[in-house]
């Protein structure tokens, strides 16, 4: 090998110099960066805010329907009002995940029983069948109309979900996820999400992935504000729910 002429370490040099930005340049891109995370904080701080208030205000102004569909619950069948499962939160964080129970006491027992009717497929990640036998009928109704996510504001005032926000999963379904799959899980789980208002059960567990990286990528208060305006004519509709 020959050993470098002068010119060809001059050039060398000019070319490290180039690539090191000047001591102006390195303050402009710190400055850009603190703005960034300024913003970043600001959007969060923002975004817990309008949770909080929201949630705590609908927790006070339900309480008479909570009392109301508890009742019905617990004389249809006797057994309890709410339904508790473990459910997967941001980074991969467990939380308690309350629903109002709209199933047979037995429901998990008699679950693997249906899986050949599951409408995601046998092997799918999610379980959703349109006319699932171990539906009651009071929890029919509150499925379409979907007041048994409601008892889920508590998850959000305590923090552990947000209003708007990837649907959580079980702790089976992560365990099946992929590496795309689990970006799912960067941010806070919520009550609702872009593929809650486009249809619900009937968008394929992909593409509520997609729909998922999507919003985390182009996450903003306007469009969390957006979502849960769309939220309300999903719900009168009760397109997808069942």
């Known amino acids: 090998m020959k050993p470098a002429t002068k010119n060809d370490q ?108 599951n409408q995601h497929g046998s092997n799918g990640v999610t379980f959703k069948m349109k006319r699932d036998p171990r539906i009651t009928w009071i929890g029919r109704i509150i499925r379409k109309t979907s007041i048994d996510e409601l008892p889920q504001l508590w998850c959000v005032l305590k923090g552990e979900m947000s209003l708007v926000g990837p649907r959580p999963a079980l702790v089976g379904e992560v365990a099946n996820y992929t590496l795309d799959n689990r970006r799912r899980l960067d941010i806070t789980p919520g009550l609702t999400c872009t593929w809650q208002v486009s249809g619900r059960s009937e968008i394929p567990f992909e593409e509520q992935c997609r729909l998922d990286i999507e919003y985390i990528e182009q996450q903003s208060t306007l469009a969390d504000i957006k979502l849960l305006l769309k939220t309300i004519p999903a719900v009168v509709t009760g397109k997808g729910a069942y």
Not at 71 to 79: F, H, S, V
């Open 10 to 117: 001059k050039a060398l040099i000019d070319l490290e110099n180039r690539l090191q930005p000047s001591s102006l340049e390195r303050q402009e891109q710190r400055f850009k960066l603190l703005l960034w995370e300024l913003s970043a904080m600001t959007g969060r701080l923002i975004k817990r805010a309008i949770d909080m208030v929201i949630s705590l205000s609908a927790l006070i102004c339900l309480a008479p329907l909570f009392a109301v569909v508890a009742a019905l619950i617990r004389l249809t069948d006797g057994g309890p009002a709410l339904f508790w499962q473990v459910r997967v939160g941001k980074w991969g964080r467990p939380f308690a995940f309350p629903k109002f129970r709209s199933m047979v006491i037995d429901a998990e027992a008699q679950r693997l029983k249906l899986l050949q009717a």
